[in-house]
């Protein structure tokens, strides 16, 4: 199924939501909707648990990031 079908079929899930639920409906099915899209993407693999966390430092980042173009660290 293509990326625009997929966008097709949430708006008209949010528009029925919105046309016969309101307005609190329409915003229980778009937190749902992200909330079933990021446990989609952690299940497959796109995510990782780390992307949502920031690191202490910047420069901890920047360490990182060098040793990882390196290939030096373990």
Do not use: C, H, K, N
């Not at 625009?4 to 528009?15: E, N, P, Q, S, Y």
């Not at 639920?21 to 497959?44: N, P, Q, S």
């Not at 780390?50 to 060098?66: H, K, L, N, T």
């Amino acid at each position: 199924m293509s990326r625009t079908m997929v966008g097709l079929i949430a708006g008209m899930a949010l528009g029925f939501a919105a046309y016969f639920g309101g307005f609190w409906a329409f915003l229980l099915v778009l937190v749902l909707g992200a909330v079933g899209l990021v446990a989609g993407r952690l299940t497959e693999g796109d995510l990782e648990p780390g992307d949502f966390v920031r690191r202490r430092s910047d420069q901890q980042r920047i360490r990182d990031d060098q040793r990882g173009a390196r290939r030096d660290w373990r």
